[in-house]
């Protein structure tokens, strides 16, 4: 029960490939990008991600590549703040964390942290997976057929090991009614400040932008429709449904749409939760996005990845090659904490994109309550959901016990 195949080479599969190698595993990952993924937003990490970031030995890199924003700051269609969200609110805790870190720097030292000694397949896919009783065997869309011991499904909302070992998208991803698209662009002429800028339009729609560096910015767009057809891998086609849904958009909107066609990391993809009764059946199991994706309007997203890689390889390493034991234990322990995590806020999608300028209106004093009124403490229980779950500690092949640091 040593060879392990990672279908997903981001957030939850670089994770587990590191802790996989601690516990003296033969890890391969397949990813379908030519090297980790690069783009996305700033993610957070909270509660027990930070724990186990600790225990990874990161946490110096993850400081040292913090985002320094001020917070999130919703403007008008002039620029004018007309609510803010402090960074510093709840000691960090709130709903701006106080470690964001962008989602592609977090991949680079996730990636180095794995180390030389996990095999890549980059630019390639799991074609099919057959179970028997010694293991998978499993065929690539390029590289010859292997067989392993376990085949991890961490390949994210659309996951392909989730499709081929469990059934159809259908069967597990509920579409919550809205899209996201990031992307990096050209800092010049646009008006940044230290904050990250939030400008909601009637339409149910949002543009943003975030400094990036000293000569590039972040832009997100979201907004709420019913369930698209389009092809993942056409950009071109993905960029022009954006650019169609955004013409005469106010504030720095146009401007932003003109550049998106230049950007060389858009990522677009629905505001949706994947809800499975099992997380594994025979030799695959699921980590992360591919078994329980709660969206960015839960957010947890990334701390539930971590975590989870952590649980899922500890008690692989436990189970002394039990993989049945070890799928029980990830299951039990993992799911109150993800169950949590995948809580949506009051509001839903409509909450986060209100479609009138009344409702616009309503969202701005809402955040003013929230930041510092009477309804503060559910802005306060973003952190609270994170920190659902005690982390057991397990012993890895290369040093001591890994246990909670004080
Ligand atoms: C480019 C990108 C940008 C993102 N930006 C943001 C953001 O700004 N804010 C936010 O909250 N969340 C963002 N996310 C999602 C966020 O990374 C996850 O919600 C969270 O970190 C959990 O990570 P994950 O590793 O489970 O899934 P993901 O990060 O989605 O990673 C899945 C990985 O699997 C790979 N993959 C998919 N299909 C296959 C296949 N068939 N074979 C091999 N590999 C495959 C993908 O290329 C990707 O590297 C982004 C994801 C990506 C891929």
């Known amino acids: 029960m040593r060879n392990v195949l990672i279908s997903g080479g981001s957030i939850a599969g670089l994770s ?30 909270r ?8 225990r990874m ?11 320094h924003e001020e917070g999130m700051a919703y403007v008008d269609a002039q620029g004018r703040v007309k609510a803010t969200m402090p960074a510093t609110l709840f000691d960090g805790e709130g709903a701006v964390a106080e470690i964001e870190i962008l989602r592609g720097d977090l991949t680079d030292i996730l990636y180095a942290a794995a180390g030389p000694h996990v095999e890549y397949l980059f630019n390639d896919s799991i074609a099919s997976l057959t179970e028997h009783h010694e293991g998978v065997h499993v065929t690539f869309e390029n590289a010859p057929a292997r067989v392993f011991d376990l085949v991890v499904g961490a390949d994210g909302l659309h996951s392909t090991v989730r499709r081929l070992a469990m059934g159809p998208e259908e069967q597990f991803v509920k ?7 990031y992307f990096t662009i050209p800092a010049a002429g646009l008006n940044l400040t230290p904050w990250f800028l939030v400008h909601t339009m009637p339409g149910a729609k949002l543009a943003a932008i975030r400094p990036d560096g000293p000569n590039t910015a972040k832009a997100m767009f979201s907004f709420k429709t019913g369930p698209l057809a389009y092809d993942r891998r056409d950009i071109r086609q993905q960029k022009r449904i954006l650019a169609e849904k955004f013409a005469g958009g106010t504030w720095q909107t146009q401007r932003l749409i003109d550049a998106v066609w230049q950007a060389p990391d858009f990522f677009f993809d629905s505001i949706s939760q994947v809800h499975a009764d099992r ?7 699921l980590l992360g996005d591919a078994g329980y994706c709660g969206s960015p309007l839960s957010g947890n997203g990334t701390a539930m990845a971590i975590v989870g ?6 008690e692989l390493a436990a189970a002394g090659g039990d993989h049945v034991a070890a799928f029980d234990r990830y299951e039990t322990l993992m799911r109150p904490y993800v169950k949590e995590c995948q809580q949506l806020p009051p509001g ?20 003013k309550l929230m930041t510092s009124g009477p309804l503060a403490k ?27 640091s004080r």
């Open 16 to 45: 587990l490939a590191y802790w996989l190698r601690r516990y003296g595993f033969a890890v391969a990952v397949v990813e379908r990008a030519p090297a980790p993924r690069p783009g996305g937003h700033a993610v957070d990490l």
């Open 47 to 54: 509660g027990v991600a930070n724990q186990v970031a600790e």
């Open 57 to 67: 030995g990161i946490m110096k890199q993850i400081r040292r590549a913090r985002v």
């Open 175 to 181: 579409y919550l009614g809205a899209y996201n698209a």
């Open 279 to 285: 997380w594994s059946t025979g030799r695959v199991v």
């Open 309 to 314: 890689a952590y649980v899922l390889a500890g």
């Open 348 to 367: 839903g999608v409509d909450g986060f994109l209100p479609g009138s300028r009344l409702a616009i209106g309503v969202q701005r004093t809402m955040i």
């Open 378 to 404: 559910l802005g306060a229980n973003a952190a609270q959901k994170a920190s659902s779950i005690t982390l057991p500690d397990y012993q890895p092949a290369d040093g001591p016990t890994v246990r909670a």
